[in-house]
């Protein structure tokens, strides 16, 4: 059992690449999980793979794209629903939400730690994602651990230390930590740039906002600039 | 949200094969999920589409082969690995353990339970497998169904009805319930019939002996026979 040893669960964006960079500082062994569940575009899964090569981290893709179905419900793998546009908070978003992702990661990512013999798994899970997110919550965070810790005769712990913080205050953590902001991918368009206007594009972008740290990320020409998102107050339909 | 609905953790073999006739008896609509994780052979899968079938129930299978190696120490997917005789309570038989099996199928049943609006989960954990398997203790399913009435808006609840129960009390369960235990398949080989004398296959025999009900199921020639069994107490390797 190596105590310094954790599986995170990643997935090539801000939030699980400031993880990564947190855990690494902190003097942990660290094991990349990323998933590739069916999403409609793999721009996330490259963007993981290129900053675990640049850091020589072992990196493992698990392929759930057989069980896509079981998820069908979610526009994010349904090809036939489009994404939404908007702000994460409006009800448009709860579309893009599958159905018990982070139980499914958060159990596949614990057969792995059992495996290698790792003792705790990591995910990035924020205050931000809670109103839309349920398995996001700290509540749920909490259960998990007391699952994980009794699945197997060796205790595997939960490691979830942005439970509590915003996405801005991870931000402002990664420029710390100085991570590479602009190799990491959060639209949920596969396009050449970030789209700038789709609910993690904006969550993105008033994330450095309001961290104020610079936003080194190139978005499409069409995108709103940050002072008319400013205007709108972040909703994009009052454009 | 249909409260009669449930989603099996469906394996093919004798408890939840006596769960699934338990269900039916108590009025549940049941959809059966079965997982193929890339065990040694089918012959559970098979017997668990066979039945399904008769009854004209819904069954899924999800494939997990892929994530195979994640799984890689234990000998029911390691083809490297000889499957062991005897007792499951010898050590030995500690190596037929799939890292946090059960975490997993929950995990994805769950999902099928939140896509197609059911509200419980069922799974055929027992008091017998207590001693080898961790995850199916009452400990483990009660903060896995904590998570799972946590992970979406919606509540999720873990059925669990045998995890007091011994596998002979299942056994008598299932003879009032009629359930037509021939056509199930407990064996870790995948040879013709039942090789009597792995870790299941005791298992099996001791179940029907202890609950004083005629073991339909046809056996290789080889097997021990039932004296020699209760002669040895069960232990093979004493023979």
């Known amino acids: 059992m190596d105590l310094k040893k954790t599986i995170l669960i990643y997935s090539g964006g801000m939030d699980s690449t400031v993880l990564l960079y947190l855990l690494l500082s902190q003097g942990f062994t660290v094991e990349c999980l990323s998933v590739d569940y069916g999403q409609k575009h793999k721009k996330e899964l490259k963007c993981a793979k290129s900053i675990c090569k640049k850091l020589s981290l072992t990196q493992k893709v698990i392929n759930l794209s057989s069980i896509s179905y079981l998820l069908s419900s979610s526009s994010l793998i349904d090809s ?68 994980m810790q009794l699945c197997d005769w060796k205790k595997i712990t939960l490691n979830r230390p942005f439970v509590g913080m915003s996405k801005a205050e991870i931000c402002k ?46 978005y499409a020409k069409e995108a709103p600039s940050i002072e008319q998102m400013l205007e709108s107050n972040w909703k994009l339909d009052e454009l």
């Open 80 to 147: 036939n629903k489009p994404i939404p546009e908007g702000h994460y908070e409006e009800e448009t978003m709860k579309t893009t939400v599958v159905p018990n992702r982070n139980m499914i990661l958060l159990s596949l990512a614990t057969a792995r730690a059992i495996d290698s013999k790792a003792n705790t798994v990591s995910y990035a899970a924020h205050s931000g994602d809670h109103a839309i997110y349920p398995d996001c919550r700290e509540s749920f965070a909490k259960s998990m651990d007391a699952a």
């Open 173 to 218: 953590m990664g420029s710390n930590l100085e991570v590479p902001f602009k190799d990491t991918w959060s639209c949920y368009k596969g396009d050449t740039k970030h789209c700038g206007r789709c609910g993690t594009c904006i969550e993105r972008r008033e994330a450095f906002h309001l961290a104020g740290i610079d936003d080194p990320t190139s």
